[in-house]
């Protein structure tokens, strides 16, 4: 067989093929520069989750291909919890992970995020939980849903590697479509693509909305009530209250973190923002004077609802712009507001926290929330927040 693809996602199966007696060739396109070549030498395909199930090599080949995700839900022994959604899919998971943990459940915690998948099987049984992180690019061509499927806010995103929305969100759709009536779907029933996906399959229903959290919380943001009554509803499904879990979680890193306070102005790290949609949800998280940085390279989105809402919010005192999409974000801002401060131009991230940080006042906050993808200007979404960090960090001491 061959593995197609090769990154994080992927090196945790190729040991555990080789384990079953497998022989395993691995092709990776982004380390030769070259195409797959002729697949039908393979008897299997498996697909990492970056590689496109529809493309045309892997349909010519008349292969069967498989992914590791489906690898996975063939042979774990245990219950898989799935949560999908365009954001909030880590902290949602990470949440329901401590939640089962605190109740003294067998539960690990993978797909995009925590530990690698394959390594666990041998310790886990038929008790055991996996909470799954799982994006489109997993959920593409499953043939099975989770006992537990989370759906979150669906809107839009990976419309560079989807043909389209519709496609984005019927990929999303396979994790309620196969559930059986002895397993649940907890949908959040604020956004109209999440209640289509909830309404697939034969899983019972369980409809949340943000609107339902007034408890005390240390996450800022309206978004993360709806994660938060999201995995409520997960605890509540197997007997568990994770009122106290949620009161102690402080969040994940890069999603609006509190990063440091320099000067009596507070900066935020909120990297892992790579949608419009999300930088508007941290943007609607704050109220007291804000600099907002945003901007990152191209990932199809249309910016026009985040030019409405960062002219229609008076706190925000100025924006600084970086990237290749600064001028289609200043032109969308523009469209509704032209005497709002706007900074382009920053070469890095240390022009861009100096600017920020000149912009801005005692009392007030910097939010890092770029609303783009970041391979522009980064390798990826942590470094562009650990840069920004460090920035921070060291202006203190300027």
């Known amino acids: 067989m061959a593995i197609l693809g090769w990154g994080v996602d992927t090196q945790d199966v190729e040991p555990w093929l080789v384990k079953q007696g497998h022989e ?4 990776d396109e982004k380390k030769d520069g070259k195409s797959f070549g002729d697949l039908s030498r393979f ?10 199930r529809w493309r045309e090599d892997i349909k010519s080949s008349g292969v069967p291909v498989t992914s590791k995700t489906k690898l996975f839900f063939d042979v774990w022994p245990g219950k898989i919890i799935g949560v999908t959604g ?12 401590e939640i089962l943990k605190s109740a003294g459940k067998d539960v690990r915690l993978g797909g995009n995020i925590g530990t690698g998948l394959f390594g666990e099987i041998e310790k886990a049984n038929a008790d055991s939980f996996m909470v799954m992180e799982m994006s489109s690019f997993q959920l593409i061509d499953m043939t099975k849903s989770p006992h537990i499927s989370v759906v979150l806010m669906v809107t839009q995103d990976h419309l560079d590697w989807h043909k389209n929305i519709d496609e984005y969100v019927d990929a999303k759709a396979t994790i309620t479509k196969f559930q059986t009536t002895s397993d649940y779907a907890v949908v959040n ?14 899983g019972q229903k369980i409809w949340v909305s943000g609107k339902d959290w007034q408890g005390e919380t240390r996450l800022r943001g309206e978004h993360n009530k709806e994660n938060i009554v999201a995995a409520l509803a997960v605890g509540k499904i197997l007997g568990i209250d994770g009122t106290e879990v949620v009161k102690k979680f402080k969040g994940l890193e890069h999603r609006l973190e509190e990063v440091e306070e320099v000067n009596g102005v507070m900066y935020f790290d909120d990297s892992f923002s ?4 999300t930088t508007i949800a941290a943007i609607k998280s704050f109220h007291e004077p804000m600099v907002l940085i945003v901007g990152g390279s191209e990932k199809g989105s249309d910016f ?3 030019g409405e809402e960062i002219a229609a919010h008076k706190n925000i005192k100025a924006v600084v712009l970086i990237g290749l999409m600064a001028g289609r974000i200043n032109q969308a801002i523009l469209k509704n507001k032209t005497d709002l401060p706007i900074i382009m131009g920053c070469q890095n991230m240390k022009e861009t926290v100096r600017e920020a940080k000149r912009m801005i006042k005692p009392g007030g906050v ?5 609303g783009c993808a970041s391979f522009d200007m980064f390798k990826n979404y942590k470094e562009r927040g650990d840069l920004f960090k460090s920035e921070v960090r060291m202006s203190r001491e300027s």
């Open 24 to 27: 395993v060739t691995i092709l």
């Open 43 to 52: 008897e299997l395909l498996v697909r990492s989750p970056g590689v496109y």
């Open 86 to 97: 365009t954001k909030g899919k880590g902290t949602t998971s990470t949440l329901i992970y």
């Open 189 to 202: 029933e604020d956004y109209e693509n999440s209640r289509k996906i909830g309404g697939f399959g034969q």
């Open 274 to 277: 790579t949608t419009p949609e």
């Open 304 to 306: 026009t609802k985040l």
């Open 366 to 370: 910097v939010v890092l929330s770029p």
